[in-house]
């Protein structure tokens, strides 16, 4: 009997410069090996230090990885235009597709040829409402992708290694974010 091929999934999060998107990467990421799971996670950014393109990429699996470079796009998140443009041709079909509304405008057509799993949240406007502040934006963020990654790691780890990244900066702020975003999509039908 062929041993079956283990399924692999690849998370990109892409902003700019300022946005925390590699420190949400970094935290998922963590998240993720506490879990169990068997983790790469990889970061690019431009030589600005605010405003240029970054990413981070995260692939996950329940067993050993062999490759440290994400092949699809499972899930996608845009915090900014700028990522959406460059980025979302390398999703999978039907991937899962999370956009802070408050920095990404229009949705191209060929990104809905994609996929139609898409979450429209206006992510850094959610955060200045809150919080008075646009830095909690990332946790918030962090909610979402872990709501809608349920089935690859639990609410508590992520939630843990949030606490463990910020290690009494803003603890309490980030936990608050993080849980507003997870229970903004408490009603998402889709799941990683």
């Known amino acids: 009997m062929k041993a079956k091929k283990p399924r692999i999934y690849g998370i990109r999060l892409g902003g700019v410069g300022g946005q925390g998107n590699v420190a949400l990467g970094i935290i998922f990421a963590n998240a993720l090996a506490d879990a ?11 030589a600005q230090v605010r ?3 970054t990413k981070s990429d995260i692939i996950v699996s329940d067993q050993p990885i062999n490759f440290p470079e994400t092949e699809s796009i499972d899930v996608l998140l845009c915090l900014h235009q700028m990522a959406l443009d460059v980025f979302a041709e390398d999703m999978d079909g039907n991937a899962i597709l999370i956009l802070d509304t408050t920095y990404v405008h229009s949705i191209s057509s060929v990104v809905e040829r994609i996929t139609r799993r898409i979450i429209e949240m206006p992510i850094s406007q959610m955060s200045v409402e809150k919080f008075s502040n646009r830095m909690f934006a990332n946790s918030i963020a962090l909610g ?6 349920k089935n690859v790691v639990d609410k ?11 290690k009494g900066k803003f603890v309490e702020e980030n936990k608050k974010a993080f849980e507003l975003g997870y229970e903004s999509v ?3 039908s889709f799941l990683l």
């Open 144 to 149: 979402i992708l872990t709501r809608s990654c």
């Open 36 to 46: 169990g799971k068997w983790v790469v996670q990889t970061q690019s950014y431009g």
């Open 156 to 166: 508590e780890h992520v939630k843990n290694a949030l606490i463990d990244h910020f």
């Open 186 to 188: 408490a009603n998402i």
């Open 51 to 53: 405003g240029g393109l």
